[in-house]
């Protein structure tokens, strides 16, 4: 026996649309998949859908919101704004004939889980297409959220319903409460009666790029009254899935202040950064990053969680290096002076937080900090010449360096890392505080197999007269955003740790 067919399913309007499946309702009116017969191709059809029961004067408010949302979309020539092709009158109601985009909303997408941060710029950036181009029509969409985006074939993002798109120079029109959008997406000067501007919309576009990488929007609360007061008032937690560019836009999007945020040409250029990292391929697809992966375990001790690693591709570069260890720590940096048996004092930026203690694998010689983000890493251990009864130190750091390089040649992981194909890198001297050191740059890529992500690691050993040896390991991208920042901070690390007196 066949579903019963809903109701106004065959129904032939303006005496060509021919309805066959409804798509999805709103509060303004509910969209059908519809066939033009008059041209012989499937259309999508919004009908009008106004309460019985409102005033007349409302009742006309919302059919001129439709009229509106027809000519708003018919003034815009873009790929990313959906093509309106006629609005049919029936009984004195507008129903919008429109282009059937096969898919499904972006909001539908996310019922299913986030999107990784190379995903959500791409799409950010059709959506901040759609709206540069409005605003140069001089039309504000004023509802830019997570359902009005259309994820079409073929890679299409599609902006759509401009039910309450606000056009320069013609007559602004109130809801029934005084309140027209989704509250949760809405700009804090629209909410305070303030006149919107492009920016209003961009605000919306931060919002939405949050809850796609985050998983929720930062103002969503039980209520419409106290979702308002938290865009008023709230500071939204930083992203913690997006990072570099991607949160530069965001949090800048994000700022009360309309006047304080990016404009359109700010956000595209954050937005393709991370779309399309300069240092690598632009079909190079880059996952959702993590928090670098721990359990790389070099001879007795681990040095520093890597992950599931295969080990990659080229040398790094090696560089000897001059007596680095002078001068003060870079604005925004914090010395922490650490336990007596790890016997140093190491330097990370402010926002690097220290890593609780495994205790399975650390016998209170090790620390490590990383930053919200988990892009970059650092961690030291020192080996204790008192503690060394099997004779297990080298003699000099380079030989230390050596060692450690060839455990890894000679695959000796933990079971969670692959052997193939052998790292890169060579142990070579350098100097600590005028005295004989070693140093190693380690290139590498994680065992994901079907995007696996390049990364780098720092080296340096120092051994010291009371053959006590000290190591640092600084692990960061290989390609990408973060590449010359993880490489800055391990220059910055390597050039400014001391060891404690005992």
Not at 153 to 167: E, H, K, N, P, S
Not at 183 to 190: D, K, M, N, S, T
Not at 225 to 242: G, I
């Given at each position: 026996?066949?579903?019963?067919?809903?109701?106004?399913?065959?129904?032939?309007?303006?005496?060509?649309?021919?309805?066959?499946?409804?798509?999805?309702?709103?509060?303004?009116?509910?969209?059908?998949?519809?066939?033009?017969?008059?041209?012989?191709?499937?259309?999508?059809?919004?009908?009008?859908?106004?309460?019985?029961?409102?005033?007349?004067?409302?009742r006309?408010?919302?059919?001129?919101?439709?009229?509106r949302?027809?000519?708003?979309?018919?003034?815009?020539?873009?790929?990313?704004?959906?093509?309106?092709?006629?609005?049919?009158?029936?009984?004195?109601?507008?129903?919008?004939?429109?282009?059937?985009?096969?898919?499904?909303?972006?909001?539908?997408?996310?019922?299913?889980?986030?999107?990784?941060?190379?995903?959500?710029?791409?799409?950010?950036?059709?959506?901040?297409?759609?709206?540069?181009?409005?605003?140069?029509?001089?039309?504000?969409?004023?509802?830019?959220?997570?359902?009005?985006?259309?994820?079409?074939?073929?890679?299409?993002?599609?902006?759509?319903?401009?039910?309450?798109?606000?056009?320069?120079?013609?007559?602004?029109?109130?809801?029934?409460?005084?309140?027209?959008?989704?509250?949760?997406?809405?700009?804090?000067?629209?909410?305070?009666?303030?006149?919107?501007?492009?920016?209003?919309?961009?605000?919306?576009?931060?919002?939405?790029?949050?809850?796609?990488t985050?998983?929720?929007?930062?103002?969503?609360?039980?209520?419409?009254?106290?979702?308002?007061?938290?865009?008023?008032?709230?500071?939204?937690?930083?992203?913690?899935?997006?990072?570099?560019?991607l949160?530069?836009?965001?949090?800048?999007?994000?700022?009360?202040?309309?006047?304080?945020?990016?404009?359109?040409?700010?956000?595209?250029?954050?937005?393709?950064?991370?779309?399309?990292?300069?240092?690598?391929?632009?079909?190079?697809?880059?996952?959702?990053?993590?928090?670098?992966?721990?359990g790389?375990?070099?001879?007795?001790?681990?040095?520093?969680?890597?992950?599931?690693?295969?080990?990659?591709?080229?040398?790094?570069g090696?560089?000897?290096?001059?007596?680095?260890?002078?001068?003060?720590?870079?604005d925004?940096?914090?010395?922490?002076?650490?336990?007596?048996?790890?016997?140093?004092?190491?330097?990370?930026?402010?926002?690097?937080?220290?890593?609780?203690?495994?205790?399975?694998?650390?016998?209170?010689?090790?620390?490590?900090?990383?930053d919200?983000?988990?892009?970059?890493?650092?961690?030291?251990?020192?080996?204790?010449?008192?503690?060394?009864?099997?004779?297990?130190?080298?003699?000099?750091?380079?030989?230390?360096?050596?060692?450690?390089?060839?455990?890894?040649?000679?695959?000796?992981?933990?079971?969670?890392?692959?052997?193939?194909?052998?790292?890169?890198?060579?142990?070579?001297?350098?100097?600590?505080?005028?005295?004989?050191?070693?140093?190693?740059?380690?290139?590498?890529?994680?065992?994901?197999?079907?995007n696996?992500?390049?990364?780098?690691?720092?080296?340096?050993?120092?051994?010291?007269?009371?053959?006590?040896m000290?190591?640092?390991?600084?692990?960061?991208?290989?390609?990408?955003?973060?590449?010359?920042?993880?490489?800055?901070?391990?220059?910055?690390?390597?050039?400014?740790?001391?060891?404690?007196?005992?």
């Amino acid at each position: 026996m066949a579903p019963p067919q809903e109701p106004g399913t065959g129904r032939l309007i303006a005496g060509r649309y021919r309805l066959l499946a409804k798509l999805g309702h709103g509060g303004m009116g509910t969209v059908w998949r519809a066939k033009d017969e008059t041209v012989d191709r499937e259309v999508a059809v919004k009908e009008p859908r106004v309460p019985d029961h409102l005033p007349e004067r409302e009742r006309a408010n919302a059919f001129e919101r439709m009229r509106r949302e027809a000519r708003a979309a018919a003034r815009l020539d873009h790929p990313s704004v959906v093509n309106v092709h006629d609005v049919a009158v029936v009984d004195g109601q507008p129903w919008i004939v429109m282009e059937l985009v096969q898919g499904r909303s972006l909001g539908a997408a996310l019922q299913e889980g986030t999107l990784a941060a190379r995903e959500a710029a791409r799409i950010g950036l059709d959506v901040l297409g759609a709206l540069e181009a409005a605003h140069a029509a001089g039309i504000l969409h004023r509802d830019v959220k997570p359902d009005n985006v259309l994820l079409g074939r073929y890679d299409r993002v599609v902006l759509t319903d401009f039910g309450i798109a606000q056009i320069e120079g013609e007559t602004n029109l109130t809801d029934t409460g005084g309140f027209v959008g989704s509250p949760e997406y809405i700009a804090p000067e629209r909410v305070l009666g303030q006149r919107p501007g492009p920016a209003s919309d961009l605000w919306s576009l931060g919002v939405v790029l949050y809850a796609v990488t985050e998983g929720v929007s930062p103002f969503r609360r039980s209520n419409t009254p106290a979702t308002l007061q938290s865009v008023l008032n709230a500071t939204p937690a930083p992203p913690a899935a997006a990072t570099g560019p991607l949160a530069e836009a965001i949090n800048g999007l994000l700022q009360k202040d309309p006047a304080r945020r990016p404009n359109a040409a700010q956000v595209r250029a954050l937005l393709e950064h991370t779309a399309n990292p300069p240092a690598l391929a632009p079909t190079q697809a880059i996952p959702h990053v993590a928090a670098p992966p721990k359990g790389v375990r070099l001879g007795r001790k681990t040095l520093l969680g890597l992950g599931a690693v295969v080990v990659a591709a080229a040398v790094a570069g090696h560089l000897v290096l001059a007596d680095p260890f002078a001068g003060p720590l870079p604005d925004g940096w914090k010395k922490h002076d650490l336990d007596a048996r790890i016997g140093m004092s190491v330097a990370a930026p402010a926002a690097f937080q220290r890593e609780k203690p495994d205790p399975d694998t650390t016998d209170g010689t090790d620390a490590a900090f990383s930053d919200p983000s988990g892009m970059i890493r650092i961690h030291v251990d020192h080996d204790i010449k008192a503690d060394d009864k099997a004779k297990e130190i080298p003699a000099t750091a380079l030989a230390k360096a050596f060692a450690d390089w060839e455990t890894l040649q000679d695959g000796e992981y933990t079971s969670d890392i692959g052997t193939e194909p052998a790292p890169t890198g060579m142990p070579s001297e350098a100097k600590y505080q005028g005295r004989a050191a070693a140093e190693n740059t380690i290139v590498y890529s994680t065992t994901d197999t079907e995007n696996p992500r390049p990364r780098e690691s720092r080296l340096f050993y120092y051994r010291a007269n009371n053959g006590d040896m000290y190591r640092i390991w600084v692990d960061y991208p290989g390609k990408g955003y973060f590449t010359e920042q993880g490489r800055e901070i391990a220059r910055t690390v390597i050039a400014n740790w001391e060891i404690k007196k005992r």
